[in-house]
């Protein structure tokens, strides 16, 4: 893994997306080859299609990247993947349709648009199978010794055996002092040389410190010098906020927030993220204004032309004001006749049939990019919660009301990340993506959520 713009990303996954620009910068040329061959060397070599080459690449790695194939966790298997890569080609293509009719002078002909097209499917399929078949990731992963086999280094077990396609392979756990041991006990190391040496003998890439009691039994000295032999040594913390994109809630301790890197806000980033939530809700609004025209009309004709449109609800925005937040109804009007608030649960009976194809596409969400264009809420951000649940949270949860520090938004990091909660683990679950989306914000991470929204909504994860 390595970090950009404090949020980290899979080494070879990077070198994948690499490939793929090489791969969609050359099509045209290609292309080129393929239309005017035997003499299409000539052509390809002295065609002006650098403009295009340049336009393509970006739709296509945009497209790419909002079908998630540059994801380490993938669902599917193979026939997923593919379809993901035609899905991706499909919209590229369409974009770049636009682009010719849009502007001509760009246009290369239709002859090399197919070809090049043929030559970057083709070259992605055969670098995807070359990827699949012959890399080894496991190889690739990360020696990880653990200190500590309590609780605390369970996690890591736990996590280990339940997430999918991980970047680790946790060679073992070293007991410290007199824990108790909760992990594996195949798994346990037992020193009988110096850690260091320990260390070198098993090829350690990165040691983890997850002992249950700091104060005792921790080797200071040994661990400085894994460390200046050049090994990564991290703390639990740490270690699940890089693999795990979250901040656990249940060992977080306020000395690591206060020491630790992020919870940046300067004035320059703020003017830089409201600039983003107005080009993003412009340019959404500008394409779906379409589909909400026939969202209102399709609940008029479901509910009647009497029944309300639209659904004003209070939510807790930033630093803990509240305002009223616009949707689609997508619910009954006597959802809640009683006054009580309620989760939204699977297959809810309150739920229209409009409204439930509107919230398995994420179309009653769209009235809120005016919410955002007020500047109540941002494109991306922590989900705003009604405030009957937030002030039951903030009782209970710790850190709960850190996630207000920012203004929410229409998709964010825990959406992306964790499926509809609807209680109160949930709500601990999300918290920590939230945190981690707080700590971590940068316009590069908000684009990155942005186009992984695409991917939510086109194959309906999450929906209730």
Known sequence: MIRIFRHYVSSVYLLVFLLDSGTFFSAFYWGGVLRYFPQGMEMALFGDRAVASVIFTVIMLVSTTGMGLYERVQSGGDAGLLLRILGA????????????????????????????????????????????????????????????AGYNANMIHDFEQRAANLNFWVVGFVQMGNEPCRVNPLKLCELKTPLHEFALKEDIDEIVVAPDDRRGGLVVDEILDCKMSGMQVVDLLSFFEREASLIRVDCLHPSWLVFSDGFQYSGVQELGKRAFDILASLGLLLVAWP???????????ESGFDAPVFYRQTRVGKQSQPFRVVKFRSMRTDAEQDGKARWATQNDDRVTRVGRFMRKTRIDELPQLFNVLKGEMSFVGPRPERPEFVEKFAETIPYYAERHRIKPGITGWAQLCYPYGSGYQDAIEKLQYDLYYVKNYSLFLDFLIMLQTIEVVIWGKGAR
């Open 89 to 148: 080609f499909m919209a590229g293509t369409i974009v770049m349709g636009l682009v010719f009719y849009g502007f001509p002078e760009v246009f290369v002909g239709r002859g090399v648009f197919g070809y090049a097209l043929l030559a970057a499917l083709t070259l992605m399929l055969i670098s995807r199978f070359v990827f699949l078949r012959f890399v080894d990731r496991r190889a690739l992963r990360r020696r990880v010794l653990v200190l500590g």
């Open 291 to 301: 589909i909400m025209l026939l969202a209102s009309l399709a609940i008029l004709l």
